[in-house]
């Protein structure tokens, strides 16, 4: 049973309703407003006990020893955007640390198979050069599971042995590993051509909660708590584990349908979860920075890490 909350805080911007209660005479009101932000809120949302947690299907609503299945169950969810903010609300209780754990695990499961797949390729490369590396076997696959896609961090020393006499080589051996593009063929080198868009999706995503807070709507007037910013941007990681894991060829394309599927995706958190005014002006002003900076980001992976 949830323990009753003794607080009469504003969903939205934390201010203390405490003073309205004050003024109640004969009878408890249903229904209330903010004179902060100006929220319209139900007082069954401020003083209820089992209204504040999150729906079961989420990572928030379960045990915490259950975050990895209901990692998959939000997914799911996720991806009917409309039934997902129309079951969150902002009394609901944010859980910091479930939340984190939602955001590593997507993480992981995009990237843990990528570098294991890369430093494999490396180790059995290792042992295929001849002559025999003077690097360790092990830093070498280190190197290629540290930064799989990067060009400038697979290659080694691009000279060749030097033989003196008969064959007989003198001296330190110089030599070189054969680069990504060398080991994978063609197929890391579309991995390395769609780098850039990758880390620009990466970027449009992390960057559309910062440019929500800078906007005077969301802090300023409406006074939006950061834990609501920190649900809406984490939660938003589902869609972006979900493009990283489409055909290279296909990366091009969808880039656009990614782009409006944030901007979506933070119209319903606007409109539905935060309640605020023109959702729709919020959601172009955190698209068109966003993408800006995805695009400044993108160009720089491909001069520093893709071109040879």
Do not use: N
Not at 193 to 206: E, H, K, R, S
Request: overall charge positive.
């Amino acid at each position: 049973m949830p323990a009753a909350r003794t607080d009469a805080d504003c969903p939205r911007c934390g201010y203390d309703q405490r003073g309205a209660i004050v003024d109640w005479s004969a009878a408890c009101p249903l229904t209330g407003v903010c004179v902060e932000c100006g929220l319209a809120y139900r007082w069954s949302d401020i003083f209820g006990t089992s209204v504040h947690e999150p729906p079961r299907w989420s990572v928030e609503g379960r045990a915490a020893w259950l975050v990895p299945w209901t990692t998959l169950t939000t997914l799911v969810v996720a991806f009917t955007m409309p039934r997902f903010w129309s079951a969150f609300r902002m009394h609901h209780r944010l859980r910091p640390r479930r939340l984190a754990a939602f955001a590593v695990l997507l993480l992981a499961l995009f990237y843990l198979p990528l570098t294991l797949a890369h430093g494999t390729t490396a180790w059995q490369a290792w042992g295929r050069a001849r002559p025999q590396p003077s690097i360790p076997r092990i830093q070498y696959a280190a190197f290629a599971m540290a930064l799989p896609l990067s060009e400038r961090v697979w290659s080694g020393p691009r000279v060749q042995p030097v033989a003196m006499g008969r064959g007989t080589l003198r001296g330190p051996v110089r030599w070189r590993l054969p680069t990504s593009r060398e080991l994978m063929g063609g197929r890391l080198h579309r991995a390395l051509d769609t780098l850039p868009i990758v880390v620009g999706a990466v970027t449009c995503t992390a960057v559309m909660p910062l440019v929500f807070v800078a906007l005077p709507i969301s802090r300023r007037r409406a006074k939006v708590r950061w834990s609501h910013i920190w649900r809406i941007g984490v939660y938003s990681l589902s869609w972006l584990w979900l493009f990283t894991l489409l055909p290279g060829g296909l990366m091009p394309v969808a880039a656009a349908g990614f782009v409006g599927v944030l901007t979506a995706w933070w119209y319903l958190g606007v409109d539905r979860y935060l309640c605020m005014t023109e959702p729709g002006a919020v959601a172009g002003s955190l698209t068109l920075l966003a993408v800006l900076s995805a695009a400044l980001a993108g160009c720089w992976t491909h001069l520093w890490l893709v071109t040879p």
